[in-house]
């Protein structure tokens, strides 16, 4: 069954540090999405991405933060000068944009900012 | 805004028994709803969701869940629980971008 990946499963980086989260979506879908999920909370939408642009962002989504499809297979989330406050779980998601509507969520990859 | 609550922090039901998890949304219309579920360490799997048509809806794992338009309630059940269904499961609403709520904990007594 096809399934999301996400690299790396863990990071630990320094206050300031720019960190770049990869995610391989499921290779025919058209919709990309990033969440996070700080320790104990809820999960909480950051961007969605659709035909190489943006198509919505949350307000947790500022200038810090960029989302790329550099090669028609990988998707990004950058973090440009990394906070403590962005140590989370962040989870990368796709979909097919056909009917189903329905997310498939990559296994995450948890940031730890120090 | 959409908002998704799940009254319930914590639950602890004996291995066999029944479960109910509550969930209620606030979108006023057709709301498309899901359930997921998280295992620690893990991503979010998909358990069932609920677009149209039938409000009793059939997932995976022997979950089901049934959308009351009344109560704006979604509330996940499970006719006999076990041990491995200890986990987190989230509610959530959404067409495109998906608003969870805060997360159930499921623990299963022996």
């Known amino acids: 069954e096809p399934e999301v990946t996400q690299t790396p499963s863990h990071q630990v980086t320094q206050m300031g540090q720019e960190v770049i989260l990869r995610c391989v979506p499921i290779?025919?879908?058209?919709?990309f999405y990033w969440y996070r999920q700080i320790l104990g909370q809820k999960v909480e939408f950051l961007v969605s991405f659709y035909n190489n642009e943006i198509s919505e962002k949350s307000e947790i989504f500022d200038d810090q933060f960029s989302v790329e499809r550099p090669d028609g297979s990988n998707f990004t989330l950058k973090i440009r000068s990394t906070k403590l406050e962005d140590s989370a779980m962040y989870f990368c998601?796709?979909?097919?944009?056909?009917?189903?509507?329905?997310?498939?969520f990559g296994p995450g990859t948890r940031l730890t900012v120090t | 805004a959409q908002s998704v609550t799940q009254p319930d922090i914590h639950i602890t039901v004996s291995e066999g028994a029944s479960l109910e998890l509550r969930c209620n949304y606030s979108y006023g219309a057709t709301p498309y709803l899901f359930w997921y579920v998280q295992s620690p360490g893990q991503g979010l799997q998909l358990l069932l969701k609920y677009f149209s048509g039938d409000t009793l809806v059939q997932g995976i794992k022997g979950f089901e869940a049934e959308f009351k338009r009344s109560q704006s309630s979604f509330n996940l059940r499970k006719p006999s629980v076990h041990w491995s269904d200890a986990a987190e499961y989230f509610c959530a609403e959404g067409y495109s971008t998906l608003t969870f709520g805060k997360g159930t904990m499921l623990l299963v007594s022996p």
């Open positions: 998601a796709s979909l097919s944009g056909g009917v189903s509507y329905e997310q498939y």
């Open positions: 290779s025919n879908h058209l919709y």
